[in-house]
């Protein structure tokens, strides 16, 4: 359980200190993650180019950057951070399905790997800044490989009729185009799949699926260098991320040998485990025939439950009382759907009792928002077994209106 690496008294004493809510990471369960990887990749020697949106925390992403780990990025936003958390730009890969010329120029300018596009309009937009730049643009392409991933609707990405991506069909045409265009360079091809996904064959379809596409391309004189296989590695929740030896072996089982240099853009699977919501105990209430706990937290802090029905595990960080009994654990937001979990066995907790939400590293955070005026939460990051640190301060309500003019 993860719970190990949160300590019931560092717990209460970030709690007391940051106030709540508070997200808090543990920097070993982050490197824990890390570690897992590179292990289980070792013979294929892939670039590992996190997914920032996961948790775009500076403080997360320096210790995946001082690992050797490069950055898959979404948008200028998140290539700003990159940059500033210190990954190389060599390393970072700028992904998405609508990235403004602006986004582009930004990118081309900074010298990454590569823009994994998702369109021909899209690959002709990157030509137009790369003239404009007197640069080569780098250029991987998007592929759907039709292939279902079985996880939730929202974050199943791989399917044809999603909107991500183009079919191989098309892929053949536009690399034909930019292998003739001066202002494009075709170095890559790249899918993900999907998110939440804890089978491995879904990825050995869709990498053998990418593998002979590479190799009909090579056929017709496009040399490929990068086969990005995107993230999307599942975590169970309230566990450490699923083991990613099936992973590895599915996509060595199709590259190892080929001499194509291996890409992978994991995201949750790194910093879930890594990460609680500390929350405090509001009211305790009954309504009809439920109990609820009403917290500080609320779904504009986790918005997953509500989002996409996600089971964030709840435990008392401290001991309630007398018997356990099942509750809901609701926020103050102004709907019903806003809820941390349902259904959760804990003994009763008395007002002012912390509760810590498990699985919350990833997706959290970075998914939060200011609903209801609320300010964004504080972050805390554990160095040690009794070492920790505040990474960003909680927001006050003048941050609330700071950018309105
Ligand atoms: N690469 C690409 C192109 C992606 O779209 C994603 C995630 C990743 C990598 C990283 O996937 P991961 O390893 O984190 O599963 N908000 C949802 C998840 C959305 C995932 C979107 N794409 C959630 O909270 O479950």
């Known amino acids: 359980m993860l719970s190990k690496y949160f300590k019931p008294s560092l717990l209460e004493k970030i709690a007391e200190s940051a106030g709540t809510p508070v997200y808090v990471y543990s920097a070993a369960v982050f490197l824990k993650q890390i570690t897992a990887y590179k292990k289980a990749f070792s013979s294929l020697g ?55 010329p602006a986004e582009l120029e930004y990118a081309l300018k900074a010298g990454i790997l590569f823009i994994n ?94 593998a002979a596409f590479m190799l009909k391309l090579a056929s017709r004189g496009i040399n490929l260098k990068y086969a990005d296989v995107g993230g999307g590695w599942g975590v169970k929740e309230g566990a450490e991320m699923s083991d990613p030896a099936p992973l590895a072996r599915a996509v060595a089982g199709v590259f190892a040998g080929t001499g194509l240099k291996v890409i992978l853009e994991p995201g949750r699977s790194v910093s879930a485990p890594a990460g609680a919501l500390l929350t405090r105990v509001i009211y305790r209430k009954r309504g009809g025939h439920k109990n609820f706990i009403v917290v500080d937290a609320a779904m504009n802090d986790l ?30 937001v102004c709907e019903t759907g806003d809820f941390l979990a349902e259904g959760v066995r804990l ?54 209106v700071a950018a309105e003019l």
């Open 347 to 400: 003994r009763e907790p008395a007002a002012g009792s912390l509760l810590a939400v498990y699985s919350a590293g990833a997706y959290g955070f970075s998914m939060s928002s200011q609903y209801n005026s609320r300010p964004r939460a504080a972050e805390a990051l554990i160095t040690g077994a009794s070492s920790w640190r505040l990474i960003r301060r909680r927001e006050t309500y003048k941050d609330l």
């Open 117 to 210: 596009a998702e369109s021909f309009e899209e690959v002709q937009e990157i030509e137009r800044v790369a003239a404009r730049l007197k640069v080569r643009a780098p250029l991987s392409l998007r592929i759907n490989p039709d292939v279902d991933p079985h996880t939730h609707k929202y974050i199943t990405t791989g399917k044809l009729g999603s909107k991500f991506g183009v079919t191989f069909e098309e892929a053949q045409k536009i690399y034909l185009y930019a292998a003739e265009s001066e202002c494009l360079r075709p170095v890559g091809a790249q899918f993900h799949i999907g998110s939440q996904v804890h089978s491995a064959a879904p990825y050995a379809l869709a990498a053998r699926r990418l």
């Open 46 to 100: 892939p670039l590992f180019c996190y997914a920032m949106k996961a948790n775009s925390s500076a403080a997360l992403c320096g210790l995946a950057a001082r690992e050797g780990w490069g950055a898959d990025v979404v948008s200028g936003g998140e290539l700003y951070r990159a940059l500033k958390a210190g990954f190389r730009p060599e390393k970072i890969i700028l992904s998405g399905v609508g990235k403004t």
């Open 303 to 332: 918005i997953r439950p509500a989002l996409y029905g996600a089971k964030h595990p709840v435990a008392l960080v401290g001991r309630g009382r007398g018997p356990e009994k099942i509750y809901d654990i609701v926020g103050p």
